[in-house]
């Protein structure tokens, strides 16, 4: 029912413009006071990474929670769309208006090892968290999607980087590209001017695909094998628009021809209708006999390529 609250809210204050303004500066807080948001209580996650011999890995990932992925490639470590507060949304204060953390982030800030690249999608409160990119070291470059910077730079970060769809850069020795998704951009419905994108990731070798947000789309397509596909599968009922359901994450990773699949952006925060533990159930389902093909299933749980 509180979610029920929060969207009957969501969807009355984006038609008054005087709401999405006061909305679209009470979204730019960097979190530094919000001490109630310290009363919800997320339990801890089931697994806690221990990152042995994380600098000579060739590719790996731990799922720290909903979107917020540590991966390993070419020799660098990436963080995407970090994560980390216990509650996401709009600040009041002492507080945030928003949905809180059901599960503690794998890791903490201090447990992170050293980050070379920071890559945003878009700027959805559930993936760029100004409060969390605050915290973390300004000198990382970041890699965000189109007219996303003005959120970032005032943070203190210098080295962004803006790519939009088919747009290519080369970072920490790693080529990264924009790809088109199926969603939207606007943080507040004020600026729909946003771009939103997915990433290819190459590295000698390697490639990844970090998903992003997305509903079904086939667009992947021409991407070709890629050796870990990262999509999201939660928050689909009844937001189907912009959210893949299970067996269709499964069906985008089947069209990159992923050799390994790790299910996010699910099992962390109410979003949406569907029961917390149904998206997991359901790929696993989807994808049967391959199931082993499935990586960090539950938060917390760490995945290296073998042999």
């Known amino acids: 029912m509180k979610q029920k609250t929060w969207r009957n809210f969501a969807d009355w204050a984006k038609k008054r413009d005087v709401a999405l303004r006061v909305a679209d500066q009470l979204g730019r807080g960097r979190g530094r006071l919000r001490f109630l948001d310290r009363l919800a209580r997320p339990v801890a996650a089931e697994y806690v990474p221990k990152l042995e011999g994380w600098a000579d890995r060739e590719l790996s990932a731990v799922w720290i929670g909903h979107a917020t992925v540590l991966l390993r490639i070419g020799g660098k470590t990436i963080l995407t769309d970090p994560v980390l507060s216990t509650r996401i949304g709009l600040g009041l204060g002492l507080a945030t208006a928003g949905p809180a953390r059901l599960v503690k982030p794998a890791l903490s800030l201090k447990r992170l090892p050293p980050i070379d690249l920071i ?113 999201g599968i939660g928050a689909y009922n009844p937001y189907l628009a912009a959210h893949a359901t299970p067996e269709q994450a499964w069906a985008m990773a089947q069209q990159v021809n992923a050799a390994h699949v790790l299910p996010i952006h699910h099992s962390t925060f109410k979003l949406s209708y569907e029961p917390i533990g149904e998206p997991m159930e359901r790929m696993i389902a989807a994808a049967g006999v391959n199931a082993h093909r499935l990586v960090c299933k539950h938060i917390g749980q760490e995945w290296k390529l073998t042999g």
Do not use: C
């Not at 004020?190 to 509903?215: C, M, P």
């Open 119 to 231: 890559l945003l999608s878009h700027a959805h409160f559930d993936h760029l968290d100004r409060p969390t990119l605050s915290r973390l070291n300004k000198k990382i470059p970041v890699v965000t999607a189109m007219h996303t910077t003005d959120l970032i730079r005032d943070l203190g970060y210098r080295q962004i980087h803006e790519i939009g769809w088919g747009q290519s850069t080369s970072v920490q020795g790693l080529t990264i590209t924009g790809r088109q998704v199926a969603h939207w951009g606007a943080r507040t419905f004020l600026d729909k001017h946003r771009g939103f994108n997915a990433y290819l990731i190459e590295a000698q070798s390697r490639r990844v695909l970090y998903g992003g947000d997305t509903a079904y789309y086939e667009g992947f397509r021409d991407i070709g094998p890629v050796d870990l596909a990262i999509l």
